[in-house]
């Protein structure tokens, strides 16, 4: 299997443009999760998804920040309008299964997209 | 919410048995302890993960105490190559609304 793919690697923009990154997780699992990670807040959790259901999306910054998973192979994380304070790594992670008690799921990230926003 | 504490770097030589301790003062019953790896420029990789007492993979070991209010990574043989950040995650989502936290990692060098 290939992991999870992130795309884009890279991203500049200027500040109020859309940004849109998005996932492919590995095949069969599901659930998945949306982290950034910055120097100063480390690495933080956004979203959390489970058959493509939105589970938790208390993390989510604000309402500039908006995720979809439309399918089991496909998700999307959008900021707009996009600010200098958005610029961070942001992660993509799935897993096998939820993440419960009984569940001892380990969570695989994607290699991350590198956003700065000018 | 368990928040997690870990000491923000350590330092260490090739060969030697390096111990990272995570302090969860507040961890849930239902909550699994975990730990990542992670290189720069790359996504957190998944270590071991333990609930209670010990244990150990091919590649390290995990220490739970009976309270369970800290756990203890442990990496034996360090190599250049285990140079790396470290997190200790605590947590577990259920149908509820609970939140993965990962703590502020330790930073692992190794020497020669």
């Known amino acids: 299997d290939a992991g999870v793919i992130q795309s884009p690697r890279h991203e500049v923009t200027e500040m109020g443009q859309e940004v849109t990154l998005r996932c492919k997780p590995i095949?069969?699992?599901?659930?998945l999760f949306w982290y950034r990670q910055t120097m100063m807040r480390g690495l933080e959790l956004l979203i959390y998804?489970?058959?493509?259901?939105?589970?938790?999306d208390s993390g989510m910054p604000e309402d500039r920040f908006s995720a979809k998973m439309p399918n089991a192979s496909f998700s999307t994380l959008k900021i707009q309008p996009s600010e200098p304070r958005d610029s961070a790594v942001y992660f993509c992670?799935?897993?096998?299964?939820?993440?419960?008690?009984?569940?001892?799921?380990?969570?695989?990230f994607g290699p991350g997209t590198r956003l700065l926003v000018l | 919410l368990a928040k997690t504490t870990q000491p923000i770097s350590m330092d260490s030589y090739e060969g030697q048995e390096v111990n990272i301790t995570c302090s969860h003062n507040?961890?849930?019953?239902?909550?699994?302890i975990t730990w990542y790896q992670q290189f720069p420029s790359q996504g957190p990789r998944f270590i071991i993960q333990?609930?209670?007492t010990k244990v150990t993979n091919e590649v390290a070991s995990l220490f739970i105490p009976a309270d369970r209010k800290s756990s203890t990574l442990s990496l034996p043989r360090v190599s250049l190559s285990d140079t790396a950040v470290y997190y200790c995650?605590?947590?577990?989502?259920?149908?509820?609304?609970?939140?993965?936290?990962f703590g502020t990692g330790t930073r692992l060098l190794v020497s020669p």
């Open positions: 992670a799935s897993s096998l299964g939820a993440l419960g008690i009984n569940n001892q799921e380990t969570q695989y």
């Open positions: 095949s069969g699992h599901n659930s």
């Open positions: 998804f489970n058959n493509n259901v939105p589970i938790d």
């Open positions: 507040n961890i849930a019953t239902n909550d699994y």
């Open positions: 333990g609930y209670k």
């Open positions: 995650l605590v947590g577990a989502l259920n149908t509820g609304f609970q939140k993965l936290v």
